[in-house]
């Protein structure tokens, strides 16, 4: 049956230009497998075979990625369009950091526990204390510790002439055992009195220096260093305190401190 207005020898041109694309395509994709073949196995891509007749644009003119975008690709199931790369993980800490920490806080733990013991075993005042406060002080008040220290090479220097009092023991100690007027003296410096253990009178200056936040002792601390030959590292001293009464002044009074000073020497 004819319809009208359809013209037939159009068609059967159509047709024949659809063949003959057709067979043009056939042909160029049996060319192109051609020389795919030509290179070696190790040139060759692993991707999927794509049809050049069904393929869109975007997979013709597919980007070459690399193996670890792939494989991401493919552990997420995303397109290549919605694939995005994962944010970086922050940096783990390695396994021997975490152990050295441990340790340092253990260690830590270990010495506060060691301080809390010290302070609550009071130490025995030694004989030699006891000794010249009897013999040298008039109406003295008990004897308290303030500090041991290993001597550093600072502490023996005939230059700088002083020794540095442990801050620690500063604020634990010494300070709690000054009045207000002293305290209010530190900067500018108080005399108070020295007894080495041997007997022997010094007067050393107690003095606050703000630069360094410590407290030190001045004056005649290099000429006792000298006269008992102490040297750093080998000696330890040890410092002692009380008040004493001058005349009939009471041991509250001012000037009435006394720091006893006496050393260990460190067995070689």
């Known amino acids: 049956m004819d319809h009208p207005g359809l013209d037939v020898s159009k068609l059967l041109i159509l047709a024949d230009l659809c063949v003959l694309e057709s067979e043009r395509i056939q042909q160029e994709r049996i060319h192109l497998e051609m020389i795919f073949q030509s290179f070696p196995k190790k040139q060759r891509t ?15 003119s597919q980007p070459k990625t690399s193996k670890n975008k792939e494989r991401m690709r493919a552990n997420h ?18 396994v021997s950091n975490k152990k050295s920490k441990k340790k340092q806080k253990e260690k830590n733990v270990k010495v506060r526990q060691v301080k809390m013991e010290e302070e609550a075993i009071p130490i025995p005042v030694p004989a030699w204390v006891e000794e010249l406060v ?54 500018d410096g108080i005399t108070v009195m020295g007894l080495d ?49 001058i005349q009939d002044q009471s041991p509250q009074e001012e000037n009435s401190l006394c720091f006893f000073i006496g050393w260990k020497h460190k067995k070689v």
């Open 134 to 187: 009897r013999t040298r002080l008039h109406n003295a008040l008990p004897v308290v510790h303030v500090f041991d220290k290993p001597l550093q090479k600072s502490d023996t220097d005939k230059g700088l002439r002083r020794i540095f009092i442990p801050s620690e023991d500063s604020e634990r100690v010494l300070l709690p055992a000054l009045t207000q007027q002293e305290k209010g003296r530190l900067g």
């Open 46 to 60: 692993k991707t999927r075979p794509i049809n050049c007749l069904n393929a869109p644009a975007t997979l013709q």
């Open 77 to 94: 199931d995303v397109g290549d369009n919605e694939w995005q790369p994962r944010p970086r993980p922050l940096p783990r800490q390695s």
């Open 197 to 245: 253990q041997n007997g022997n009178s010094w007067n050393l200056q107690l003095k606050y220096w703000p630069s360094v936040g410590v407290h030190v002792f001045q004056k005649d601390w290099i000429d006792l260093v000298t006269k008992n030959h102490l040297t750093a590292v080998q000696d330890t001293v040890q410092v002692w305190l009380s008040r004493y009464s």
